[in-house]
C-alpha cells in the first residue's frame, strides 16, 4: 500500500488505502493513526508515534517502518511476536529505536531525516494497515553579524548611502532578516529608490544549510546622528517562531553647521576672575574659530582664531567689559560665516570710603552723631555695620543720637554686592567716647576660714581713668588690668576685720572723677564656694600656723615670768599691792604681723599689714561674702 512500480501507483495505493478504511465491508480490518506532519530540531531526537486498531483480536500481528523517497520505500524496521529487526545498511541503522506501542525514535537528527516515515502493521486474518507522516527539520541561525560601512556620510548626498551589512550562518529552513532604527523597525524593500532599500541574498551551503546576508541602503539626516542601527533574524523553529538581535552600531555621519551658541564662564564675572570662553557650533565637520572683542563702539579686536573651541582671559579688569562673540567658519556650508556673541561686564567694587574720616572721638552726652559708609560698585550695594560681631544697623549711616559710654569699640562696615558671589569690602574702626569714670565694685570672701576680701573695681572713661584706693588715711598698692583704652579693672585684697572697714576707690581723668566708698564688715559678707589658687592656701596657712607659735611662745614667756614674779614674792623681794599687780601684769605694747597673699588670678605678691582697727592683732574667726558698697556722691 506504501509503494509504488510504476508513475502514478503511488496515488494509487493512497486512493486504494482510503477507500478500504472508508467503505465498509472492503477488505482490511487494521487502522493505523500517526500524526500528518512531526516537527524536529537538527541535532537532536525526535519521536513518531504508530497507533493501530484492529477490529478482529488476533495473535499474530507485526510493525514496519519505511522511509519513502520519490517513489520507493525502504524498510528500516521490522518487528512479530518472535523478532526485532533493524535493517543493516540504511540511514538509520545506529539511531532508530522502536518501543512496545511501536513508536520509532530517531536519534540526533539530521537535515536528510526531511522525509516521509511509514508505520505499516498487520494482523493476519485481520488484514493490515499502514499510514504514513512527514517529518520537518529545523535548525538554528547563528546570531547575526553586523559590519557598519567604514565610510563618512554625508547629509548632503542626494542618494541612500551603504549604512551596514547583516549576515547570519547555518539556518535551515532560510531565515529572514528585518532592520530596524532604534526600536522602530524599517520597510522592507528591495526597489532601489532615493531614500531606503535593502539587498539580500541567500547562499545554500554545501550542508544544505542557508547563509542568509542583508545590505541596508539610506540616507540619513542630522538627527539620525544619534540613532542606532541593528538587524534581526527570524526563523522557524519548534513550537513556534523565535528571533534574535544582532549589536547596535552608529553610523557617522557628516552635517554642516546650522546654528553656534557663544557662552563663558563663569557667568557672573568679578575684577580678577579668569573668563573662558567658549564657542560651540552643531555641525560635525572641522570648522575654524574666530574669537573676538569690541569696546565702547572701537573696531573689532581679534583674540585667538584656529580650531580651538574655546579661550581664556586671565586676570579681568573692569575696562575690559564689552561685546566678546565667536565666527565659526565651516566649508560644508557653502563657506557661510556663524555668527554670536554678547555683552560681558566685569563687576567691582571700589575700596570703602568714610565721612567724617575721623577720628572717632566723641563726648559723653553728644547729640546726632553719625558716620557714613559707602563703596562704589558695577552694580547696586548693601551695607551693614557690626559691632563685635552683631549687626547694628543695615544702612550706610551709622547713626549715634545721643552718645553713651557704651558706644565705644570696635566698629566693622561691610559692603557687598548681592548678585556677584565673594565680591564685597569691610573696614573696621574705633569709636572713642570721651567722659568722667563709672565704677562699679564686686566684694569675694577668697576661702573659708580665712578671713580676707577680694574688693574688685571696673572703672570705665577716657581718658583712661587713674585708679587709688585707700582705707583709712593710708594709700594700698593695687593691681591694675587695662581692657581697653577706656576700662581698667582694679584688684584690691584686705583682711576683714569684725568692725567695719571703710575702703575708698577713685578713678579720675581730665573729664572729673568718681568716688566708691565700700563699707566692709563681716556681719554682712556671705562665704563664696569658690576658694582661691594653691599658692594663696599655702600662704594663709603659714600666716595662720606663725600666729599660734607666737601665741604658745607668748602663753609660754608668761608662764615663766609668773613662776619667777611667785618666787620673788616669797623670797620677800616684791612688795604686795593691787598697783604693783596692776603693773606687772599690764602691757601696752602691741606686735604687728605682716603677711604675704596671692590672689587667684595669679597676681603678683602684695604685702598686706595684718592690722586691726584699733591697732590690736586680730585672727580672722567668720567668712561672709557680700558687703555693702556705697558711691560716694
Known amino acids: ?61 507485526y510493525v514496519q517502518w519505511f522511509v519513502m523517497e520519490k517513489n520507493t520505500r525502504q524498510r528500516i524496521y521490522f518487528q512479530d511476536e518472535e523478532n526485532r529487526i533493524i535493517n543493516n545498511n540504511t540511514d538509520y541503522t545506529d539511531r532508530i529505536n522502536v518501543d512496545k506501542s511501536y ?17 505499516q502493521v498487520g494482523a493476519g486474518p485481520a488484514g493490515n494497515g499502514e499510514a504514513t507522516t512527514e517529518l520537518k527539520v529545523y535548525g538554528a541561525p547563528e546570531r547575526p553579524e553586523i559590519r557598519p560601512s567604514n565610510n563618512l556620510i554625508s547629509v548632503m548626498k542626494t542618494e541612500p548611502s551603504k549604512i551596514a551589512t547583516c549576515q547570519t550562518r547555518n539556518g535551515y529552513p ?5 532592520w530596524y532604527k532604534d526600536r522602530t523597525p524599517l520597510q522592507a524593500t528591495t526597489k532601489i529608490n532615493n531614500k531606503m532599500y535593502m539587498i539580500s541574498q541567500a547562499t545554500k551551503e554545501p550542508s544544505g544549510l542557508y547563509t542568509i546576508a542583508s545590505t541596508l541602503y539610506y540616507m540619513p539626516e542630522k538627527k539620525d546622528k544619534d540613532s542606532k542601527f541593528f538587524c534581526e533574524v527570524n526563523y ?13 552600531i552608529k553610523i557617522q555621519i557628516s552635517y554642516p553647521t546650522e546654528n553656534v551658541e557663544f557662552q563663558h564662564l563663569p557667568k557672573v564675572l568679578k575684577e580678577t576672575d579668569n573668563v573662558t570662553l567658549m564657542c560651540n557650533s552643531d555641525g560635525s565637520s572641522s570648522v575654524e574659530y574666530t574669537f573676538y572683542r569690541v569696546q565702547g ?66 563726648k559723653e552726652g553728644d547729640k546726632n552723631k553719625s558716620i557714613y559708609c559707602s563703596a562704589e560698585g558695577s552694580q547696586q550695594t548693601s551695607v551693614i555695620w557690626k559691632k563685635h560681631k552683631k549687626i547694628v544697623g543695615s544702612a550706610n549711616l551709622l547713626q549715634l543720637p545721643v ?32 567722659g568722667p569714670p563709672k565704677v562699679n565694685c564686686t566684694e569675694k570672701i577668697l ?68 568716688t566708691l566708698n565700700s563699707i566692709l564688715h563681716r556681719e554682712s559678707m556671705a562665704v563664696s564656694t569658690k576658694g ?66 596671692k590672689n587667684d588670678q595669679k597676681a603678683p605678691e602684695e604685702t598686706v599689714l595684718l592690722q586691726g582697727v584699733n591697732g590690736e592683732k586680730k585672727l580672722p574667726t567668720d567668712q561672709r561674702d557680700e558687703a555693702i558698697c556705697k558711691p560716694v556722691e
Open 103 to 119: 513508536t520509532l525514535t530517531i536519534d540526533n537528527v539530521e537535515l536528510q531525516d526531511e522525509r516521509t516515515f511509514c508505520c
Open 236 to 248: 522557524r523553529m519548534p513550537p513556534g517562531l523565535d528571533k534574535m538581535e544582532s549589536n547596535r
Open 174 to 178: 532560510a531565515p529572514n532578516i528585518t
Open 532 to 597: 582661691p589658687p594653691i599658692a594663696g592656701k599655702t600662704q594663709r596657712g603659714s600666716s595662720g600656723g606663725m600666729l599660734i607659735v607666737i601665741i604658745i611662745v607668748c602663753i609660754i614667756l608668761l608662764a615663766f615670768l609668773g613662776a619667777v614674779l611667785y618666787f620673788l614674792y616669797k623670797k620677800g623681794k616684791i612688795p604686795c599691792g593691787r598697783s604693783g599687780k596692776q603693773d606687772i601684769t599690764r602691757t601696752d605694747a602691741h606686735d604687728d604681723v605682716v603677711v604675704e597673699v
Open 1 to 61: 500500500m506504501c509503494s509504488a512500480s510504476t508513475p502514478g501507483s503511488g496515488s494509487l495505493c493512497f486512493t486504494l488505502l482510503v477507500l478500504t478504511l472508508t467503505i465498509p465491508g472492503i477488505i482490511g480490518g487494521v487502522q493505523v493513526s500517526i500524526p500528518p506532519v512531526v516537527e524536529a530540531e537538527i541535532g537532536k531526537p525526535i519521536s513518531i508515534p504508530c497507533v493501530p486498531e484492529i477490529s478482529t483480536p488476533s495473535t499474530m500481528k
Open 297 to 362: 563702539g572701537q573696531e573689532e579686536e581679534i583674540l585667538a582664531s584656529g580650531t580651538d573651541n574655546t579661550f581664556e582671559l586671565v586676570g579681568v579688569k573692569r575696562n575690559e567689559s564689552g561685546v566678546y562673540g565667536c565666527r565659526v567658519l565651516d566649508f560644508d556650508a557653502d563657506d557661510t560665516d556663524f555668527d554670536a556673541n554678547k555683552t560681558i561686564t566685569i563687576n567691582y567694587l571700589d575700596p570703602i570710603a568714610l565721612k567724617p574720616k575721623g577720628p572717632y572721638i566723641f
Open 447 to 514: 576661702h573659708k576660714g580665712q578671713h580676707y576680701v577680694n574688693l574688685t573695681c571696673t572703672f570705665k572713661g577716657y581718658p583712661t581713668p587713674n585708679i587709688t584706693c585707700s582705707f583709712g588715711k593710708e594709700v594700698q598698692a593695687i593691681r591694675k588690668r587695662q581692657l581697653t583704652n577706656h576700662i581698667v579693672i582694679s584688684e584690691l585684697i584686705l583682711p576683714l576685720p569684725a568692725e567695719a572697714l571703710n575702703v575708698t576707690c577713685t578713678g579720675s581723668n581730665k573729664h572729673g572723677s568718681k
Open 403 to 434: 552718645v553713651t559710654s557704651d558706644d565705644s569699640g570696635n566698629y566693622t562696615c561691610e559692603v557687598t554686592i548681592r548678585d556677584v558671589t565673594n565680591l564685597h569690602r569691610k573696614k573696621s574702626i574705633r569709636v572713642t567716647v570721651e
